[in-house]
Structure formats: C-alpha cells, structure tokens
C-alpha cells in the first residue's frame, strides 16, 4: 500500500507525521505507513506513486541540486548513510593502510595472510584451468579439500578485479575497509524501511556494521565479519511480510542471499539457519494475527533453502566426500563463549575499554576477537527505553525475546562469570548435534546485534523526539568507538625480494615444491606464495585449525617450527623431504635457528639476495620417496 508521506531526511523532518512503522496489522507508535521507505518501487519507499508530486529521483534529471535530492530522498539518503559509512571505516581503520596498501593489511596474527590467500587463489585456479576446492599448492603433494577451509569463495571472485589489477594484498584490504560499511549500510536499509527515519536509521546501521562483533572479527576473520547479507534477509521477510514482494520474488532474492552467504562463511550460513527457524517459531507464537503472511515467509525460506542446496550441490557434495579433520576442536564450545561481565565491560578493543578493565576482561575465555557481547550502558539504555514505549506491541516482545535467545545461546554450554565457570546453560544440550557442536557460541551475538540496532533506530524514531536522546545515541557510538591505539587494525609486514621481485620464478622451477623457512604459521609463506603467482608448492600450510589427515603428523615439524634439530632430526628431515617431493629449501636470511646445521645433509645453499637456497639431491627424493606417512 503507497503511503503519502513524504521520505523522511531526519529526526523531525516532518513534525507531527507517525515514523516506526510496525507489522501489517498492529499499529505502531502512532498509525504507521506500511511501505517501505528503504528502497523499491516509490509507493514502497514511502513516496506517492505520481513522482512529480513530490520531488525525488527525477528531479536530478530535471536539474535539481543534487545535495537536496541527496538530502530529501530515500534514494539519496541510502547513498549518504553509504558514503558516512564508507568514510568513517577509512578514518577508523583505513588511514595506516592507505600509506602502505602493499605492505600493511588490516587485523593482526596469522590468520589474515590465509585471507590474503585466498583472495588470491580462486581467481588464479579458474583461470589457469585448476581445481579451486581441491588445491595442491598446500600441503603437497597430498593437497587439502577447500570445502573444509575457511576459503571465502563468494568475496575472492567478487573482488577479482582488484586482485587481478593491484595483488591479493590490496584485495584483502578492500574487502576489511568495506567489511563494517556494508553490514552498517544494510542494516540502515532494514532500519529505515522498519523506522522510515534517516538519521535513526543511521546510527542503528553504525551500531550493527560498527559493533563489536564486526570489529572484533576484522582482526582476521573477514569470512564471520562479512555479515551484510542477515540485514538483507531480515529486509526481504518484512517486505513479503508487508506484501510489497511477491512470493516468488522473496524466493529468489532469498536464495541468491543465503548463496553468498554460504560461499562466504559455511559456520555464519549453518548459525543463521538455526536462528532463522529459532525466529519463526517465536513469531508464530507470539504473533498471531500475523500467522497467515508468517507461513508465506517459511514457504519462502524452505524454497529459497532448497534453490540454495541445488546451486550450491557441487561444494555441498565435495565437502561430504572429503575425509578431512573436524574444523575445530569439540571442547572450544566451552571457551570461545561470552562471558556474562561482556555484556557491560568492555574488552581492550574498544577505547572505552583500553587496558582500564583488564583485571577483568582478562580472565574471558577466548581471545579479544571472539568476545563480542560488550553493548555498552548506552545502548543497553535505549534497548530499555524501547521496552518501555513499546511493551504493549506484540512484535515488540518478539523481537526482545529473539535478542534474549541469541544472547542466552551465546553464553555457551556453560555460565562464565569473570572467566570463572558456573552452571550448565541451554547450549549443553544442543552443543552434541552434528555440525552445530563446532559452532562457537560466542559468535552468536552478531544475531543478538541486528535487533539491537533495530530497536535502537525505532526508539529513536519515536515522538516526541528530544535532544536527550539523539546525546544518548551519540554516547553509545563513541563507547564503541575501536581502540585504534592498540596493535589490532594494521599490521606491516616485509616481503623478501627474492619473491617481491620475481626471483623465485627465474630460481625455483614452475610447480616445484617448496619447503619456506620462516615454517607455516612462523611466517607469511602463504603471503609470499600468492602474491608470486602461485608459482611454487608448499609441503605445509595454514588453511583450518587443523592439517589434512591424509598428510600425517611428522616429527620434523617441531624442529621446522623450533629451528634447533635433534639427533635424530638428519633422518626425520630426509624421510619429509622425499616423502613430501620437496625440492628445494628456501631460508629467508635472518630467521632465527640453526638452519645451516639442520639442512647440512643437503649441501652447501646458494645465496640469492635475501634468501639462502637449498637443493635437494636426487638421492634423497629418490630413495625417501616411499616413507611411510605417520598418521594425522
């Protein structure tokens, strides 16, 4: 239905007109619109259906001032939230990159370099006519199954040109700078066609993309911070809800969400179907005057599902048929969950938090990056004013006992109080379902997060609105402002000449398999690998917790990892080598360890600018080449 209200370009743009817009049905704060402001067709977005009644798109074309159609039009205010957005991600984490984009990628530790990877390797497979899921360029020459990895397909061919025009580096970094702006961007986009409001809108998009969960992610899990797409799917259940998407429709833009979504994170793809089926069952519990529309959006999700299972078959079917280990650990349930103090004191990740609080923080099981719960007082506050103006709503309660759900499963199988563990919780009993009990429930409050932010936005939007609120509002973005003194958002890394320049491919021959030292997760070998083109193997690799099962544990690898050989490390070194078809041994110069006593069985190395390099005689590749394999 077309509502003649004109779009609304902040909190009191225009006095007097209803502003929440709430379920077909049950009138909100007011007697709200039911279309949808957002985007769409322009009775949806809450403009008349005759544009020249009110100005909008076509008054660019007509001449009009581009910064009052930006000011006064849905359209436009979706391309201003985007631009603030994308400006403060640039501020906040952007400026150190930017000086260095080849040298510095966003987030800290080992995991972003497997990122780096990736982004990488999937364009360079299908290009060059290789297997993107089974590649062999780790872990050679038994290979690993991407199925099982955390190999973000969706994201490394989305940003392909950028990989293929500026490196896998550069592409890394664009994919983290717009991580935050896209979450923030959808969910304003849900936020505005829930609340019609800009500016509540905004700062309900900037607490979901900018919150903890998504920061504390950046540090090098982009695969969990990609979150755009719930927002997307919360949008398209409230459109078909409302009636301004048909069914078939809500289908297909459904499916194709939950594709990108399942080539961007299998663990988010896998959550989201639980709490997607968790919100259903509450509404239709709790709403029932809404029961009829309700049962079109669990038609549609099924269907959208079943699209999803057949154009996703391929990797669903490689990842059933390879034998590979379990992605995590079974008891890292129990650790990587929220600790219940999260919920009001903040980590060192936030500025608020700092070190102020590390007495406390620090006994959190996990690490700063999974913990996640921290809403701050503001924002719990305006959660509380929410409660209070809309208690008598029935889509109020849901949405809160949604939120309380997502929040209780998140504290895990059991209590943790300040790090100390207390009585069972209700994710014990589900924590032994297959899949689902190598879910980590700490991650589980990015579903918590996006009804905040919701609520957030829909207080806001209330009237009368007043100065204290829109204070309360900007106190709760600064208490989640990131820490940006601390080492979590840029790390600065060197890359040897030897492949920065090309070396490698005039030293080592094509596909030639490659033992690097600095070893595995010791370095950035990875990094190394894929910005040279994937020009060599690699006996080793960091692309899970855990390695392939078919390549073994080898005793070497702890003298790999240590540098200081053993008795018994010539014999163990010459098994791996053969075993393994490594060629060569590349040492960057400088690596601590005693490499030139470790790889003396190889003979004397050849210097090449910054790396020493060893050759493999034949004699061991030929005579090792049958040594059995330890067990994985």
């Not at 497997?114 to 062999?136: C, N, Q, R």
């Not at 969990?224 to 301004?244: D, I, Q, T, Y």
């Not at 529309?293 to 990797?315: C, I, M």
Request: charged letters at 10%; one cysteine or more.
């Amino acid at each position: 239905m077309a509502s003649t209200r004109r779009p609304s370009a902040g909190p009191s743009s225009t006095p007097g007109a209803p502003v929440v817009v709430a379920p077909p049905g049950e009138p909100g704060p007011g007697d709200p619109a039911h279309g949808d402001p957002a985007h769409g067709d322009p009775g949806e977005r809450g403009e008349p259906a005759h544009r020249g009644s009110v100005p909008g798109e076509s008054g660019v074309r007509a001449g009009r001032d581009p910064v009052e159609w930006l000011l006064g039009t849905s359209r436009g205010n979706g391309i201003a939230a985007f631009v603030l957005y994308l400006v403060a991600s640039v501020f906040i984490f952007g400026i150190p990159i930017l000086a260095h984009p080849t040298g510095t990628f966003v987030g800290w530790g080992a995991d972003p370099p497997s990122f780096v990877w990736y982004l990488g390797w999937w364009p360079h497979a299908i290009w060059h006519g290789l297997d993107p899921v089974v590649t062999h360029h780790v872990w050679a020459p038994v290979g690993v199954n991407l199925t099982h990895a955390t190999a973000i397909p969706g994201p490394s061919l989305a940003l392909a040109p950028v990989t293929i025009l500026f490196g896998p580096v550069v592409s890394y970094n664009v994919m983290a700078l717009l991580t935050p702006v896209l979450a923030a961007w959808t969910a304003y986009l849900l936020c505005r066609a829930v609340t019609g409001q800009f500016w509540a809108s905004l700062v309900g998009g900037y607490l979901f993309g900018f919150s903890v969960y998504v920061t504390g992610q950046m540090l090098g899990h982009p695969n969990l911070a990609l979150v755009f797409l719930l927002p997307v799917l919360a949008l398209l259940a409230l459109r078909l809800v409302r009636g301004a998407r048909s069914l078939r429709r809500t289908v297909l833009w459904m499916a194709a969400a939950l594709v990108g979504q399942f080539l961007t994170s299998y663990e988010v793809f896998l959550s989201l179907t639980m709490f997607v089926a968790i919100a259903l069952l509450l509404a239709l519990a709790m709403l029932p005057s809404h029961r009829r529309p309700l049962r079109d959006v669990a038609v549609a999700v099924g269907a959208s599902y079943a699209l999803t299972a057949v154009v996703v078959s391929p990797l669903l079917w490689s990842f059933l048929m390879a034998k590979e280990s379990p992605p995590t650990y079974a008891f890292w349930s129990t650790i990587f969950a929220t600790d219940l103090v999260n919920f009001l004191v903040p980590t060192s990740l936030t500025a608020a938090g700092g070190g102020n609080f590390f007495d406390v923080t620090g006994k959190f099981t996990g690490d700063i990056s999974e913990q996640a719960a921290y809403f701050g007082l503001p924002v719990l506050l305006m959660v509380a004013a929410f409660t209070i103006a809309c208690w008598r709503h029935r889509w109020a309660k849901w949405m809160l006992a949604f939120t309380g759900v997502a929040c209780v499963l998140s504290l895990g199988t059991h209590l943790h109080i300040a790090g100390t563990e207390t009585i069972p919780m209700p994710w014990k009993a589900l924590v032994s379902l297959p899949l689902l009990k190598y879910a980590l429930p700490g991650r589980f409050m990015v579903y918590a997060w996006l009804p905040v932010a919701v609520m957030a936005a829909m207080w806001l939007a209330l009237r009368p609105s007043g100065l204290g609120r829109w204070m309360l509002a900007a106190l709760a973005v600064v208490m989640l402002y990131p820490n940006t003194h601390g080492p979590f958002w840029h790390t600065s890394f060197s890359e040897p000449a030897f492949f920065a320049d090309g070396s490698v491919s005039r030293e080592i021959p094509h596909d030639a398999t490659v033992l690097v030292i600095p070893f595995a997760r010791n370095g950035d070998s990875m990094l190394w690998q894929a910005d040279s083109g994937f020009w060599f193997r690699m006996p080793t690799g960091y692309v899970g917790t855990r390695k392939p099962l078919a390549f073994g544990n080898w005793p070497i690898e702890d003298v790999l990892y240590s540098g200081q050989p053993g008795a018994d490390s010539a014999e163990q070194l010459k098994q791996y080598l053969g075993a393994n078809h490594v060629s060569a041994v590349v040492v960057v110069k400088g690596t601590p360890g005693a490499w030139a006593r470790l790889f003396a069985p190889l003979g004397q190395p050849r210097s090449v600018q910054d790396v020493d390099i060893y050759t493999v005689p034949g004699s061991i590749l030929r005579g090792y080449a049958d040594s059995p394999r330890p067990p994985g």
